[in-house]
């Protein structure tokens, strides 16, 4: 089962680049973040087309969360759970029936930026949030991948010039003890379980020629259940997207289970 995360950074943007990546990846489910649109406005008879069940979490202009998925999905829930005031489409959950069910979980984790201030104090409260929602989901003791832009550079291995983003929301101590709670919750970061080279990015910003530089960041990242992680058999970044026509400045990471 080939899973995938990639942040399109807008479907309207990426109504080209999405579906030539699909052809190419061929992934069994993609968790998507960035959609800004509502649910109705997503161009889902495009996937359609392709074979691909669509599940989205829109609304209007920015956010957004999606599942596309070539396998049948079951029980397809939308929003974090932990504050009914949150009205910010970031969290969606569905279980993936392949030949052994995996849950997926796509996040659009909040960038937290101006920090200190309320959109930090927001971040970190949302993975709280996440904390006690992936606390649950372990309980079931079944493969659980969750899937994002975590908007988390957790080491400084993962930024091409860790000292530029020392004063960031993605890279500040507490956003990094945040996610290691998380991590040590019993989850495996899959890249990093298979590649622990440096230089390894998702993210090149469309400022400064950060692409041309290599000036990237990794913060799209895929965390695994141990029961998930047991049937991890391979995992990729597609730097190569980020080099293509009209890209998004986020590109796909995906793994492979044996399920």
Same mark, same amino acid.
């Given at each position: *089962? ?47 087309? *392709? ?75 949302? *993975?709280?949030? *996440?904390?006690? =929602? ?23 291995? %993962? ?32 890249? =990093? ?36 992680? %047991? ?7 597609? =730097? ?20």
């Amino acid at each position: *089962m080939k899973l995938a995360t990639f942040n399109i950074n807008g479907i309207k943007a990426r109504i080209e680049a999405l579906p030539r990546w699909l052809e190419t990846a061929k992934p069994d489910a993609v968790a998507l973040q960035e959609i800004k649109s509502v649910d109705e406005n997503f161009p889902r008879e495009i996937f359609e087309d *392709m074979g691909y069940t669509v599940e989205t979490h829109g609304q209007k202009g920015f956010n957004g969360v999606a599942i596309l998925s070539r396998l049948p999905l079951e029980d397809v829930t939308r929003g974090l759970p932990g504050d009914d005031s949150d009205e910010q489409a970031r969290w969606i959950e569905a279980t993936v029936m392949g030949a052994r069910p995996v849950r997926l979980c796509g996040l659009y984790l909040p960038n937290g930026n101006p920090a200190p201030g309320p959109k930090y104090d927001y971040k970190l409260a949302w *993975m709280a949030r *996440m904390e006690r =929602r992936v606390q649950a989901l372990l309980l079931t003791e079944e493969p659980l991948v969750i899937a994002g832009d975590y908007n988390v550079i957790p080491q400084p291995e %993962d930024a091409a010039n860790p000292e530029a983003w020392a004063e960031d929301a993605l890279y500040l101590p507490q956003t990094r003890a945040a996610f290691r709670r998380i991590v040590n919750l019993g989850l495996t970061d899959a890249f =990093r379980a298979r590649n622990q080279a440096a230089g390894q990015y998702s993210f090149w910003d469309y400022q400064a020629g950060a692409w041309q530089k290599d000036n990237g960041i990794r913060i799209d990242h895929l965390l695994l259940s141990p029961q998930a992680a %047991d049937l991890l058999q391979d995992v990729q970044i597609d =730097r190569q997207v980020r080099a293509e026509e009209k890209p998004s400045d986020h590109v796909p990471v995906w793994i492979d289970l044996a399920a």
